[in-house]
């Protein structure tokens, strides 16, 4: 397997932009995380899902953060519109079982608001 | 609240020099205890799952332990490739929440 995957690696957009992140988690993999890393918070969960239904939005900033799971397969974050403190690496991750959190995370979308 | 403290910051060592990296946390309800790796401009590598105190795990040149208030991760002779940051985590029901990490830098 490809482990998780996300894209794009890099975004750098305009303050006021709408961003979409997206995610395709290990196939068999029944919950999936979003999480934000940054220097001073460190990582934080913003939400997770557990057989595509999200269960705990609680880290979710703010409203102008949503996020969607579909399907199985694909996953998105979206914030709009983007603001210059939104500026972190997010980090998608799957687990093949919500009780079972070693969880495999992606290599991160580097996000940049200007 | 739930808190998850680890010590050193950064931590310099000499190829061979064994040290260990701590884990304190505050938490109600612990499910579990996890290390990750990270490398730079990459997303953490999980590396132990600790349930229970006395509970221990080795993989290579790394051994975790927990107790009932914190975890050691020790390495034993690291080489450079050991360089990294290492994050330590803690479950409650089913969130994961991590503590800000030791840079460790092994120099040859």
């Known amino acids: 397997d490809a482990g998780v995957i996300q894209s794009p690696r890099h975004e750098v957009t305009e303050m006021g932009q709408e961003v979409t992140l997206r995610c395709k988690p290990i196939?068999?993999?029944?919950?999936l995380f979003w999480y934000r890393q940054t220097m001073m918070r460190g990582l934080e969960l913003l939400i997770y899902?557990?057989?595509?239904?999200?269960?705990?939005d609680s880290g979710m900033p703010e409203d102008r953060f949503s996020a969607k799971m579909p399907n199985a397969s694909f996953s998105t974050l979206k914030i709009q519109p983007s603001e210059p403190r939104d500026s972190a690496v997010y980090f998608c991750?799957?687990?093949?079982?919500?009780?079972?959190?070693?969880?495999?995370f992606g290599q991160g979308t580097r996000l940049t608001v200007v | 609240e739930d808190q998850v403290t680890q010590s050193p910051e950064a931590l310099r060592l000499q190829e061979g020099e064994s040290s260990s990296l701590n884990c304190s946390y505050t938490?109600?309800?612990?499910?579990?205890l996890f290390w990750y790796r990270q490398d730079p401009g990459k997303g953490p590598e999980f590396l132990f799952t600790?349930?229970?105190a006395g509970e221990e795990k080795e993989k290579e040149r790394l051994k975790a332990t927990l107790t009932k208030k914190e975890s050691f991760l020790h390495i034993t002779a690291p080489k450079p490739e050991d360089s990294a940051t290492y994050l330590c985590?803690?479950?409650?029901?089913?969130?994961?929440?991590f503590g800000a990490g030791t840079t460790v830098t092994v120099r040859a």
């Open positions: 991750a799957s687990s093949s079982h919500l009780a079972n959190t070693e969880a495999f």
């Open positions: 196939s068999g993999h029944n919950s």
């Open positions: 899902f557990n057989n595509n239904v999200p269960i705990d």
């Open positions: 600790l349930y229970s």
């Open positions: 938490v109600s309800g612990l499910r579990g």
């Open positions: 985590a803690v479950q409650v029901a089913y969130k994961l929440s």
